[in-house]
C-alpha cells in the first residue's frame, strides 16, 4: 500500500514535469519573431494564410498553446512541415526504435563492463591492472565520444582491409554487427563512470562488518567476492542508471551521425537543420517524457531491490 | 643593592654573582610548537601540492592558458589565412623555402603544323620525338611541349608518381588536347614538389599510339609573384622566400592548424570558462536563498530546480538556439552561453543549498543573527564563504562539462560555425579528411580531452584536498 502510494506519488510528479517540459519546449520555440512558414519559398500572401490557417498559427499564442497541449494529450505531435503528408507519430515510430535498441545495447555494454572492470579494479587495488584500468577510465571520461567515433570506424575499416573482407560494417544499420561498434563506443563514458564508481563501491563494502564476519566464519574467497562483495557494491551503480539514460540517449546524436544510424537523435539534428518546427517540438517532448519515465523506472527498480530506499521514502 | 648578594655568597661560600639574578628567560617561548599556524586554505594548498597528479594538471590549465592568451602573440600566422598550395599538409616543424615565380597567365602553348592523316596511312603511329619543359617546372605551374608525331587527332598526357613501366602503367590520363596541332600541356593540378614522370601518347581519334615519350620532371615548391606580394613577401622574380612552416600541419583549405587551434581554443576556453563561472554564480544565489529562508519557499524554489533539471539537456541547448533565432550555419557563441547557463543552474543550486541546511544552524550564524545582521549580508557573508571548497570542486568539474557540451554542439553543427573555429568545429571539419590526414581531427580532439582530463584531474585533487572527513582520519 505504502508502495502504491510512493508510485502514484512519483507518476504524479512526473506527468507535472512532463507538461513542464512540453510548456517549456513550446516556449522557446514561441519565442523567435516569425513563423515556420517564413522562410518558405514561392509562397504568396494567400496559400501562406491558408497554411497558417491550417496549422493554427493565425491563432492568438495562447490559443496555440491549448491546441497544441491538446493534441499532445490525445498523443498526437502534429505534421511534419520539411515532408509532405508524414505525421511526427510516423517518424517516432519509425526511428525511436533505432535509438532505443542502439540505447539498449550501450547502455548493457557500460554496465556489464563497468562492474566488470571496477570490480576487478578493486580487487587488484594498487596494483598494475588497478592502475591500468583506472588510466583508461581517466581516458574514456576526457576523450570526446565523436573522437572515439570517428578512431573506431578507421580501426574498423583498416580491420576490413588487412583481412581483405567486411568484418564490421563501418556505417549504417544493418543487422547485429553493425550494431556493436556504435554501441559500445555511446557507451564508453558511461562505462568508464561506472568502472570508477564500482571500483570505489567494492572498497566501501569490503571494509563493512558484514564482510569481515563472512571471513571469519571462514567462507571461500570467491563465495565472498561474488556474494558479498560484488552484489552489495552493485547497489550504487543501478542509482546512476537514470542519468546514464539520459547521457546514452543524448550523447547518441554524435554517434548516430558519425556512423550514419538512423535513428531519432539524427533525425532531430536533420529538423533543426530545416526548422521544421513540429519535429522540433514532438521529439524534445517525447525524449523528454522518455526520460523523465525512465528515471522514475529506474527509482523504482531500486526501491523493490533495496528495501532501505523504499522504506526511507514513504 | 649589590651589598646583599656578596655577604650572601661570603657566608655560602658560593660565588654567586648579580648576573644570576637576572629574570630567566621566558619559558614559555620554548615550549611553543615551532610551526607556523596554517589558515584552512593554506592547508588546501599545500595539500593539492603533495597531490602531484593534481598539480601537474593545474600546469596544464596554466600551460593552457598561456597557449591560448599569449600564443596567438607568438604564433602571428593568421588562422583564417588559405594557402591552397598547401592543402591537408602533415605536421612538420620545418620551414620551406619556395621561388617566387611569374604569374601563370594565359600560356599560348606551342601549335605545331598539322600533318594529315593522309601522309601518315597505313603507318602506326608513333611516340613522339622529344618531351621538354617550357620555362621552370614549378609547383604552380608545369609546361609541358612535345614534338608533333604523324598522324595524331590527339594527345593525351599522363602524371605518374614513378617511373611508369609499360603503357599500361600509366593509369588514367592527366588530360587530352583538343586538336592535332596543339603540342603543349599545362598542369597546374595539385601539384606537390616531387619528381613527376609525365608521358605523352599521340592518339589517332581511335585508338592510342602504343609507343609514349615519358620525362621526369623535379618540380620546385614555388608560389607566384602576386601571392608573394598579398603576404607581405619578397615578390621580385627568381628570390627564394621562406614559407612558414606548419607544426600541426594545414587543414582542407591549407590553413595553419596551429593558429586554427589557437583561434578556437579561445572560443572552448571562453565558454568553458565564463559559462561555469555564471551558472555557478546563479546556482549560489538561487541555493543561497532557498537554504537560508527554508519552508514554503524552499519546496517551491527547489521544485522549479527539479524541473529544469528534468529538461533533456543538449535538446534545449538546441532549441535555445532556435529560440535565439540562429539559423544553421551561423555560429551564436553568447546565446550557447546563455542557453548554458540557464539549463545548468540548478545542479549547483541543490548543492548550496543542502550546504547552507547543514551550516545555518552553527552557533556563529545565530550569533551573527542575533546581533541583528541583514538575511543577505549572512547569506553572503557568513554562509557561502563556508560553502567555498564544494563551490570550487563543483566549479572545476562544470569547466570540461562545459566545454565538452561545446564540442557537441559544434560537431553537430549546432554550435560555432565557420568561418568561426572552435575545438569542436575544427573536429567537425578534421573528421571528413580523417582517412587521408588524420592529424585534422587529432590535434583539436587532443587539445579537448588534453583540458577536460586537466580540469577533471584538479576537481580531483581539490576535492580530496577539501574533504574534511579525509582530514580527520590522518
Known amino acids: 500500500?505504502?508502495?502504491?502510494?510512493?508510485?502514484?506519488?512519483?507518476?504524479?510528479?512526473?506527468?507535472?514535469?512532463?507538461w513542464f517540459i512540453a510548456t517549456a519546449t513550446f516556449t522557446v520555440m514561441h519565442l523567435v519573431p516569425g513563423n515556420p512558414l517564413a522562410n518558405e519559398r514561392g509562397t504568396n500572401a494567400t496559400i501562406r494564410a491558408n497554411l497558417e490557417r491550417q496549422y493554427g498559427l493565425d491563432k492568438p499564442v495562447f490559443e496555440q498553446y491549448l491546441i497544441y497541449m491538446s493534441n499532445m494529450l490525445h498523443g498526437d505531435f502534429g505534421i511534419a512541415f520539411s515532408e509532405e503528408n508524414r505525421s511526427v507519430n510516423d517518424i517516432i515510430r519509425e526511428h525511436f526504435p533505432v535509438s532505443a535498441t542502439l540505447g539498449v545495447l550501450s547502455l548493457c555494454f557500460a554496465t556489464v563492463g563497468g562492474v566488470l572492470w571496477g570490480a576487478l579494479a578493486a580487487l587488484y587495488r594498487n596494483r598494475l591492472p588497478d592502475a591500468l584500468i583506472m588510466f583508461l577510465v581517466i581516458l574514456g571520461i576526457s576523450v570526446p565520444s565523436f573522437v572515439f567515433a570517428?578512431?573506431?570506424?578507421?580501426?574498423i575499416l583498416k580491420l576490413n582491409q588487412w583481412s581483405g573482407?567486411?568484418?564490421?560494417?563501418?556505417?549504417?544499420?544493418?543487422?547485429?554487427?553493425?550494431?556493436?561498434?556504435?554501441?559500445?563506443?555511446?557507451?564508453?563514458?558511461?562505462?568508464?563512470?561506472?568502472t570508477r564508481l564500482m571500483r570505489s563501491s567494492m572498497l566501501d563494502v569490503a571494509n563493512t562488518d558484514y564482510l569481515r564476519t563472512a571471513r571469519a566464519k571462514g567462507l571461500s574467497p570467491t563465495r565472498i567476492f561474488f556474494r558479498h562483495q560484488l552484489r552489495n557494491a552493485i547497489l550504487p551503480v543501478i542509482t546512476v542508471l537514470g542519468p546514464a539514460i539520459a547521457i546514452i540517449t543524448t550523447g547518441g546524436f554524435v554517434v548516430e551521425s558519425v556512423f550514419a544510424i538512423p535513428g531519432l537523435g539524427r533525425y532531430f539534428v536533420q529538423a533543426v537543420a530545416q526548422l521544421d518546427y513540429t519535429v522540433i517540438m514532438g521529439t524534445t517532448v517525447f525524449f523528454g517524457a522518455f526520460l523523465v519515465l525512465m528515471v522514475i523506472a529506474?527509482?523504482?527498480?531500486?526501491?523493490?531491490?533495496?528495501?532501505?530506499i523504499r522504506l526511507g521514502a514513504v | 643593592m649589590s651589598l646583599v648578594p656578596s655577604e650572601l655568597s661570603s657566608k655560602l661560600s658560593i660565588a654567586v654573582s648579580a648576573a644570576d639574578f637576572a629574570p630567566a628567560p621566558h619559558q614559555a617561548q620554548r615550549e611553543r610548537i615551532v610551526r607556523p599556524s596554517l589558515s584552512y586554505w593554506q592547508d588546501v594548498w599545500q595539500r593539492l601540492c603533495k597531490n602531484r597528479r593534481a598539480l601537474s594538471s593545474l600546469y596544464i590549465v596554466i600551460a593552457l592558458l598561456v597557449f591560448t592568451l599569449v600564443g596567438p602573440w607568438l604564433w602571428t600566422q593568421a588562422p583564417a589565412l588559405q594557402d591552397l598550395d598547401a592543402i591537408s599538409q602533415g605536421p612538420s616543424w620545418s620551414s620551406s623555402s619556395a621561388l617566387v615565380v611569374e604569374d601563370p597567365g594565359t600560356w599560348p602553348g606551342v601549335q605545331g603544323a598539322l600533318r594529315p592523316r593522309e601522309e601518315a596511312d597505313g603507318q602506326t603511329l608513333g611516340a613522339t620525338a622529344s618531351l621538354a619543359v617550357a620555362g621552370l617546372p614549378s609547383t604552380?605551374?608545369?609546361r609541358l611541349y612535345w614534338e608533333a608525331v604523324n598522324g595524331a587527332q590527339h594527345y593525351l598526357i599522363y602524371r605518374n608518381d614513378h617511373a611508369p613501366e609499360s603503357n599500361q602503367d600509366l593509369g588514367l590520363p592527366l588530360g587530352a588536347t583538343l586538336t592535332p596541332d596543339t603540342l603543349s600541356f599545362e598542369d597546374r593540378l595539385q601539384l606537390r614538389p616531387q619528381t613527376y614522370w609525365y608521358s605523352v601518347i599521340a592518339s589517332d581519334g581511335f585508338e592510342e599510339a602504343a609507343l609514349s615519350t615519358t620525362a621526369a620532371i623535379t618540380l620546385q615548391r614555388a608560389i607566384t609573384a602576386s601571392q608573394a606580394r598579398e603576404r607581405g613577401l619578397d615578390d621580385t622574380l627568381g628570390a627564394a622566400v621562406a614559407l612558414p612552416a606548419h607544426p600541426f600541419g594545414t587543414d582542407y583549405l591549407g590553413r595553419d592548424l596551429l593558429a586554427r587551434v589557437m583561434e578556437g581554443a579561445r572560443v572552448s576556453l571562453f565558454i568553458g570558462i565564463v559559462a561555469p563561472l555564471l551558472f555557478v554564480s546563479l546556482g549560489i544565489i538561487y541555493g543561497g536563498i532557498a537554504g537560508y529562508f527554508g519552508g514554503n519557499l524552499d519546496i517551491l524554489m527547489m521544485r522549479v530546480v527539479d524541473f529544469v533539471i528534468a529538461l533533456p539537456f543538449l535538446l534545449f541547448m538546441i532549441l535555445f538556439r532556435i529560440g535565439f533565432g540562429i539559423g544553421p550555419g551561423e555560429s551564436g557563441i553568447i546565446p550557447m552561453l546563455?542557453?548554458?547557463?540557464?539549463?545548468?543552474?540548478p545542479d549547483t543550486a541543490r548543492l548550496i543549498r543542502g550546504q547552507i541546511l547543514q551550516i545555518r544552524g552553527e552557533a556563529y550564524v545565530q550569533a551573527a543573527r542575533v546581533l541583528g545582521a541583514h538575511p543577505l549580508y549572512l547569506i553572503f557573508r557568513h554562509l557561502v564563504?563556508?560553502?567555498?571548497?564544494?563551490?570550487?570542486?563543483?566549479?572545476?568539474?562544470?569547466?570540461?562539462?562545459?566545454?565538452?557540451?561545446?564540442a557537441f554542439l559544434s560537431f553537430i553543427g549546432m554550435g560555432v560555425s565557420p568561418p568561426t573555429s572552435s575545438w569542436g568545429s575544427l573536429s567537425n571539419e578534421g573528421i571528413r579528411t580523417m582517412l587521408s590526414s588524420p592529424h585534422e581531427l587529432l590535434f583539436p580532439a587532443f587539445f579537448i580531452s588534453l583540458t577536460v582530463l586537466a580540469f577533471n584531474?584538479?576537481?580531483?585533487?581539490?576535492?580530496?584536498?577539501?574533504?574534511?572527513?579525509?582530514?580527520?582520519?590522518e
Open chain 1, 1 to 18: 500500500m505504502a508502495m502504491l502510494r510512493y508510485l502514484l506519488k512519483r507518476l504524479g510528479v512526473g506527468l507535472f514535469t512532463i
Open chain 2, 385 to 406: 564563504p563556508n560553502t567555498l571548497g564544494p563551490i570550487l570542486v563543483t566549479l572545476t568539474f562544470a569547466i570540461p562539462m562545459a566545454i565538452f557540451t561545446e
Open chain 1, 298 to 308: 529506474v527509482d523504482i527498480l531500486y526501491g523493490f531491490i533495496d528495501p532501505r
Open chain 2, 457 to 473: 584531474l584538479l576537481g580531483d585533487g581539490l576535492r580530496d584536498a577539501l574533504d574534511s572527513r579525509l582530514r580527520s582520519r
Open chain 2, 338 to 345: 546563455l542557453a548554458l547557463v540557464l539549463l545548468s543552474w
Open chain 1, 165 to 194: 573482407r567486411s568484418i564490421l560494417p563501418v556505417a549504417g544499420w544493418e543487422g547485429v554487427s553493425s550494431m556493436l561498434m556504435p554501441a559500445l563506443v555511446l557507451g564508453l563514458s558511461t562505462m568508464a563512470y561506472m
Open chain 2, 140 to 142: 604552380q605551374y608545369v
Open chain 1, 150 to 155: 570517428a578512431f573506431s570506424q578507421l580501426f
